[in-house]
T-cell receptor, first 116, second 112 residues
Framework: GAVVSQHPSWVICKSGTSVKIECRSL??????MFWYRQFPKQSLMLMAT?????????EQGVEKDKFLINHASLTLSTLTVTSAHPEDSSFYIC????????????FGDGTRLSIL | AQSVTQPDIHITVSEGASLELRCNYS??????LFWYVQSPGQGLQLLLK??????LVQGIKGFEAEFKRSQSSFNLRKPSVHWSDAAEYFC??????????FGTGTRLKVLA
């Protein structure tokens, strides 16, 4: 149980294009989904928190106009990197949480984004 | 500020040897603690969690962890390491909020 599917797993695109990453909880409903960014050989950095039906909350220093988050349902959140540039290249990971105080976050397999 | 420290950036053990990965958390309210494992190019998989109760927690893949309040530690252990255990291990805490506080990670290398 508690499977989170993230798609695509790998994407390469040209500078200036927009890229959408999907995060789905397959067998449970996620009150909250989180988006993280991970640089090589580093820990995860929280970018934003999204709750179904409301605006995402972004961490300090994260451009909300650059990283658009939509949480349309209790099983789907999307991250769109708009007008992507090479410095946006990274590994992006989502997680889903049911909202219980004693429940862990469940992570997707990540998306490797490469901007040429 | 609340934090998590993983003192060992890299650890190398021989296959079949025992393993202990260290984790210390900063003082604060009773923490919720987790250990996750990340294989290269993958997401994070939950190994085990501690919320309250028995301080020795059993997890998946033969891992266990012991919560020691007096030492502010939550070390991960495995009696016999397999080559497939080579990965990055993250100790994580929360303290009543939903946000995770990650340790810096420990990269485990297993020698054949």
């Amino acid at each position: 149980g508690a499977v989170v599917s993230q798609h695509p797993s790998w994407v390469i695109c040209k500078s200036g294009t927009s890229v959408k990453i999907e995060c789905r909880s397959l067998d449970f409903q996620a009150t909250t989904m989180f988006w993280y960014r991970q640089f090589p050989k580093q820990s995860l950095m929280l970018m934003a928190t999204s709750n179904e039906g409301s605006k995402a909350t972004y961490e300090q220093g994260v451009e909300k106009d650059k990283f658009l988050i939509n949480h349309a349902s209790l099983t789907l959140s999307t991250l769109t990197v708009t007008s992507a540039h090479p410095e946006d290249s990274s590994f992006y990971i989502c997680s889903a949480w049911t909202g219980g105080s004693n429940q862990p976050q469940h992570f997707g397999d990540g998306t490797r984004l490469s901007i040429l | 500020a609340q934090s998590v420290t993983q003192p060992d950036i890299h650890i190398t053990v021989s296959e079949g040897a025992s393993l202990e990965l260290r984790c210390n958390y900063s003082y604060g309210a009773t923490p919720y603690l987790f250990w996750y494992v990340q294989s290269p190019g993958q997401g994070l998989q939950l190994l085990l969690k501690y919320f309250s109760g028995d301080t020795l927690v059993q997890g998946i893949k033969g891992f266990e962890a012991e919560f020691k309040r007096s030492q502010s530690s939550f070390n991960l252990r495995k009696p016999s390491v397999h080559w497939s255990d080579a990965a990055e291990y993250f100790c994580v805490r929360t303290s009543g909020t939903y946000k995770y506080i990650f340790g810096t990670g420990t990269r485990l290398k297993v020698l054949a």
